[in-house]
């Protein structure tokens, strides 16, 4: 195999790491924002669920019950965004906000409090984490030349929850579009008065649809935790939450698209750790920071219809009052 | 206690049980002080069309509210086939056999027809298996109604009345019995009127049973069998459609003679007298492509007043908006007291004021005020950039509200306090208020929507009188309203428009409601 | 019953629901100290102690007042016209760049008299710049401000990164921070401004952009409700219908209320970079800007409630610093967490309360009189 051919794989293989928690935090999002309820909270969800993973699997030693407990709690603060929007018809946007404040407080100071080590989780040993997993027969295909190549090299080799996230973009797909709860979901973010009106209740849908997105968030928690590292750091999300948010928008709101957005964001993650201090030949060092902020401004730009059009499900962010 | 209520009717239901598909009792509703429904009655035969009356705010719309579960009757019941039922939301009234089309229709636009049609009356949880089944249903409803529409076709791509066949579909695809139409004919064309009433009459030969909620006078005596009329809450009167009269009906509606008092200039004016505005092909469309404004050609003169009539939604509202400088025309021009405004030379509203053209706005709570704010802050809304409301920028607070308490004075608005919000004073005094505010500057053009609105009967002589004031100095008016008898009352001029066009322009003395009306629905047109 | 439209006297209103959110929300955090083990009187006895116990902690807890103060002004501004400036992080940080650029360039050759309001100017200016794309791209281009101020914060974030580590690093250094501005253009510390009149107080970092923030508290009140520009921000934020009406452009406003509103929030770099740090540093808004949010919910978006508030959460800062100070368990992420819980009950949750102050009113209105 060529260097650079060795070298992209390996961008590959690190962008689909890189991309699973964007990937599933963005399907978590889809269900939100699907269902007409802005959701800037992703990045506090997953945090608590990073944290209570982390934590769970110290305690318990098992990477299952950590996957639960993570999951547990970011359907928690999901509820928590449920009663403040819908029940109370309060601020989305507020209310999300409200979320990952808590969420960058609560963990550090909980953390502290159970393990003293300044808001780190202990550090797990292999088996309480979810290692990477051989796909059966991937070694025949190994001699396979471009191809075989290509799936041991990055497609095989992760562990389970990477997988999952991408089989969660089918799932999503599959859900949103081919069955009677997709349909009604799709609804209720567009015009939650027909959903009332055709005797359905918009309050019942919205609540589920954060339930999905406040378990989808969790998985994302415990990837970074107990998958990708070893331990719950403090702020350990970094901001993907809203990286994912991005990469919803950008993929106007559907499962595929949204899912390229998020390969598209993990890749550039990627390859700016890859150019750290590289010098490319007869551009000079291209800085990190800009790879790394480009996610954003791409966003911006989408958004101010200089690409395409990004257009929001109709009812989001507006409360529903159904007195007229 | 519901219990044995039941049991108690539906003993006494073996007996009318066959007769009555709907039967409200006593119905009761109130907000706060208002009595939006007094023991309201109604029986309606099954198979049958009935039609209620009722001007804007005689409390339709809460009737329909309780019917289809929005709202809960205070008091009073509701009995289905005989059967006494409690209706506390869509999904009861849905499973009580009743189907409902909203004026404003609930339906998802980026959805095709069948999907609407399926929206919560999906009966697998598979959507492929829910759609062979209702697509089944969808053409065989289609075929029995002649209630044709292409399933797969975008809600968003159809026309108005295409969608409300959807609606149809929508109820009838839930098994109603019941149908409840409420202002059906408002958005549609004359055509697609007639379309929609064919229906009607197939789902009557069905067995449907049909109500239709309307204040237009003509779709009741052409199709209904029996009426009801509602009045300020209450049901008036019962009648059967053939032994009643569209005079009849809207005495009933109005209760009183019609006999406002007669505004209308005695004097001819002297044919030299300047226009003030003079419109020449204006032209406006909305975002799909259609003329809210088609080719308007219209004059005002000095001392005159110059009513549009036509029912709400045909170009009127788009015709203030435009001669008021909020929203520029697309196409065409117009001179207004001297000055000439067009596409490429636009004149915002602030402008407009500076030129003595005032303009009291159609929907007071959305335009003519600031709910928020107190009644001293929306007195100067508009008028904040002279002296001595704001000098150098700094509000001048003293003469803002010495402002706001003389504009009370004049126009008895109550309570008399410029502290109090906007949003804490009645409709009707919230409109003198604004009436106050434009008159008292002492426009030479005045663009005025709908200027009676909501207000009480005692205070529309005053407001009438005003505007007249207002005539009589030589100021031109420009009156938009959709309530006939203000027209008549006021104009020295009408124009009729319909669809964005101007169809028809007779003078004052010689309009009378029932010309004007067939005028409004431009069947004057068609019938020649 | 349907509660939302029965008017409240103002006081239920503005006084006792927002007291009764923040206690809810003390008591949340006061139930959380008990789960990890601390006794909450304790905490709140430390709290206030550090926060007013002796004047180096007022200083302290006047100091964070400040950032508070400048976050909250600018998120309330905004909320005025109906806008949510989420990006006062970005704005401040970005405002510390326009301020350590004026003074890099010219503190060796200007007065202090001259050069500390040509920094503050800059602040302003660079705050401004920041919050005027997003405003811009709402007006014009149909981009909520929500979404596009978070990205610009992402965005600011990175772009000093680069700056700090590539170009404005003090040479010879590891760290990434530029070179300290010269001593004598400092902005006076409030210690040495008091010493001016005799008096003699401990040194924090407190300094004279306090008077600054309160100066803008003044300034802001004036302009909100006492212009014309604050009548037409005002009216668009209300009823942007009303303000088209009334010949005012709402789009104008939006672009002109987000300059205000990210000014203000520039008047953090004024009190961390020129008043404290003496140099741009990274990540110097700490967060200041997302408190603003806080602030702004808690006061109401009144410049008076925005001072209460701002000093809530000075004693909060300090308070907490204090307290991670005696109680290792606890840190100061505690405050963060209790700004969350702030937001949750004042904001998102602010009507949670009303049905029931409602129905509490509606049982004891005929014994208070009839007034209402």
Not at chain 1, 215 to 230: F, M, W
Not at chain 2, 7 to 20: E, G, Y
Not at chain 3, 244 to 253: N, S
Request: glycine share 8%; with cysteine.
């Amino acid at each position: 195999m060529p260097a650079w051919l060795a070298d992209l794989y390996a961008i590959l293989d690190a962008t689909l790491r890189l991309s699973t928690p964007l990937i599933l935090c963005a399907m978590a999002g889809l269900f939100s924002e699907r269902s007409g309820i802005v959701d800037i909270s992703l990045e506090g969800k997953m945090l608590a669920g990073a944290f209570a993973a982390g934590s769970v699997a110290a305690l318990t030693g098992s990477a299952w019950l950590a996957l639960l407990a993570a999951i547990a709690v970011s359907m928690c603060l999901a509820l928590v965004h449920g009663f403040a929007c819908i029940t109370h018809r309060g601020n989305q946007v507020v209310s999300g906000l409200a979320i990952n404040i808590l969420a960058s407080g609560l963990t550090v100071v909980v953390g502290i409090a159970m393990f003293s080590r300044g808001g780190q989780t202990p550090s797990l040993a292999s088996e309480q984490r979810f290692l990477p997993v051989d796909i059966p027969g991937v070694d025949a295909l190994a001699s396979v030349p471009v191809f075989g190549h290509f799936i041991s090299a990055v497609i095989n080799g992760h562990n389970i929850l990477v997988y999952l996230a991408l089989l969660s973009v089918f799932c999503t797909w599959w859900l949103v579009y081919r069955t009677r709860f997709g349909l009604r979901l799709r609804a209720v973010g567009e015009n939650p008065l027909a959903v009332d009106t055709a005797g359905l209740s918009v309050s019942g849908l919205r609540y589920r649809a954060l339930m999905i997105c406040g378990a989808l968030c969790g998985i994302a928690g415990a990837y970074l935790a107990i998958a990708q590292n070893a331990s719950f750091v403090r702020e350990m999300t970094a901001g993907q939450g809203y990286i994912a948010l991005a990469a919803l928008i950008f993929g106007k709101w559907r499962p595929v698209p949204a899912l390229f957005a998020c390969l598209m964001f993990g890749f550039l993650d990627a390859i700016a750790i890859r150019l750290q201090g590289v010098e490319l030949p007869g551009i000079g060092e291209v800085p990190v920071q800009l790879i790394q902020a480009l996610p954003y401004v791409l966003t911006v730009v989408l958004l101010a219809g200089f690409i395409g059009r990004a257009v929001a499900p109709k009812a989001i962010g507006t409360p529903f009052v159904k007195e007229r | 206690m519901v219990q044995s209520e039941q049991k108690v009717s539906s003993t006494h239901s073996s007996t009318s049980s066959s007769q009555f598909a709907i039967e409200l009792r006593n119905i009761s509703k109130s907000f706060g002080a208002v009595h939006a429904n007094q023991n309201i009655d109604l029986q309606v035969e099954r198979g049958t069309i009935h039609g209620i009356v009722g001007e804007n705010g005689a409390g339709k719309s809460t009737l329909m509210s309780i019917l289809y579960g929005f709202y809960q009757a205070d008091s009073g019941s509701i009995h289905i086939n005989g059967n006494h039922i409690q209706i506390n939301s869509s999904r009861e009234a849905i499973d009580a056999g009743i189907g409902m089309v909203h004026q404003h229709f609930m339906l998802v636009d980026t959805f095709s027809v069948l999907e609407n049609v399926m929206l919560g009356a999906e009966e697998h949880s598979l959507l492929k298996h829910s759609a062979i089944d209702a697509r089944k249903e969808l053409q065989r409803l289609s075929d029995t109604y002649q209630l044709s529409v292409n399933p797969d076709s975008l809600v968003e791509n159809l026309q108005v009345g295409e969608q409300q066949r959807t609606e149809i579909l929508k109820a009838l695809y839930r098994k109603a019995e019941i149908l409840i139409l409420d202002e059906p004919t408002g958005v549609l064309t004359p055509q697609e009127a007639d379309q929609l009433f064919a229906v009607l009459q197939a789902l009557k030969e069905q067995g449907v049973t049909v109500i239709l909620i309307t204040h237009k006078l003509r779709e009741i005596m052409d199709i209904t069998d029996t009426v009801s009329v509602l009045r300020q809450g209450q049901m008036v009167s019962h009648l059967n459609t053939a032994d009643t009269s569209m005079q009849a009906l809207a005495e009933l509606m109005v209760g009183r003679k019609l006999d406002t008092q007669n505004h209308q200039r005695v004097d001819a004016l002297p044919s030299e007298t300047p226009n003030r505005i003079e419109v020449f092909d204006l032209c406006l469309r909305n975002a799909a492509g259609q003329y809210r404004l088609d080719h308007i050609n219209l004059n005002v003169k000095s001392g005159e007043i110059v009513g549009v009539a036509g029912v709400a939604g045909n170009g009127q509202s788009a015709l203030l908006e435009v001669l008021a400088g909020i929203v520029p025309p697309e196409s065409g021009r117009f001179i207004i007291n001297g000055r000439e405004v067009s596409v490429s030379d636009p004149v915002d509203p602030r402008q407009m004021r500076q030129m003595r053209v005032n303009h009291v706005p159609e929907d007071r709570l959305k335009l003519g005020l600031v709910k928020a704010f107190t009644a001293a802050e929306s007195s100067v809304l508009g008028y904040l950039h002279q002296d001595k409301f704001s000098w150098r920028g700094l509000l001048q607070l003293s003469s803002i509200k010495a402002m706001c308490r003389r504009l009370m004075d004049s126009f008895d608005v109550r309570p008399g306090n410029p502290n109090l919000k906007s949003a804490s004073f009645s409709g009707g005094n919230q409109q003198k208020l604004i009436l106050a505010r434009e008159l008292d500057k002492k426009p030479e053009v005045l663009l005025v929507g709908q200027p009676t609105r909501g207000v009480d009967i005692g205070a529309i002589e005053l407001i009438h009188q005003k505007i007249v004031d207002m005539r009589d100095e030589g100021c031109a008016i420009l009156l938009v309203s959709v309530e006939l008898d203000e027209i008549l009352a006021l104009s020295d001029r009408i124009v009729v428009m319909f669809e964005g066009r101007i169809v028809a322009e007779v003078t004052g003395s010689e309009a009378d409601k029932t010309t004007l009306g067939l005028m409004m629905a431009n069947a004057h047109e068609r019938a020649a | 019953m349907n509660t939302s439209n029965i008017t409240l006297p103002a006081w239920l209103d503005i006084v006792i629901i927002p007291l009764l959110n923040i206690a809810l929300a003390l008591l949340c955090a006061g139930f959380i100290l008990l789960l990890i083990g601390v006794n909450p009187v304790e905490a709140v006895g430390i709290m206030l102690n550090g926060a007013f116990g002796y004047d180096e902690g007022v200083g302290y807890t006047l100091y964070y007042t400040t950032n508070f103060i400048f976050t909250g002004l600018a998120v309330a501004v905004a909320f005025h016209a109906n806008l949510f400036n989420i990006g006062g992080e970005g704005q401040a940080y970005i405002a510390g760049l326009g301020a350590a650029l004026v003074f890099l360039a010219f503190d060796s050759s200007l007065p202090a008299l001259i050069l500390i309001p040509f920094g503050i100017l800059a602040s302003a200016l660079f705050g401004a710049l920041w919050a005027f794309i997003p405003g811009f791209l709402q007006a014009y281009r149909g981009s909520h401000v929500v979404i596009t101020t978070i990205m610009f914060n992402f965005i600011a974030s990175a772009l000093m990164v680069y700056l700090l580590v590539n170009i404005l690093i003090k040479p010879g250094q590891m760290s990434p921070e530029t070179r300290y501005f010269e001593v004598t253009t400092w902005l006076p510390k409030m210690h040495e401004f008091v010493a001016l009149f005799g008096y003699n107080i401990t040194k924090t970092p407190l300094n004279l952009s306090f008077f600054l923030a309160l100066l803008c508290c003044v300034l802001v009140w004036i302009y909100i409700w006492r212009t014309r520009w604050g009548y037409e921000l005002r009216t668009a934020g209300f009823s942007e219908t009303a303000a088209l009406y009334a010949g005012i452009q709402p789009k104008r406003v939006v672009v002109i209320t987000m300059c205000l509103s990210g000014a203000l929030a520039g008047g953090v770099a004024v009190n961390e970079i020129m008043g404290v740090n003496h140099r741009l540093i990274m990540n110097f808004p700490a967060g200041y800007g997302f408190t603003g949010i806080a602030v702004s919910l808690m006061g109401r978006n009144h410049p008076v409630g925005i001072i209460m508030a701002s000093l809530l959460f000075g004693v909060l800062y300090q308070g907490g610093a204090e307290l991670a100070f005696e109680i290792p368990l606890i840190t100061r992420e505690l405050v963060v967490a209790i700004q969350g819980l702030i937001i949750l009950f004042c904001g998102a949750l602010a009507l949670m309360l009303r049905p029931l102050v409602v129905r509490a009113y509606l049982v004891f209105r005929p014994v208070t009189g009839g007034h209402a």
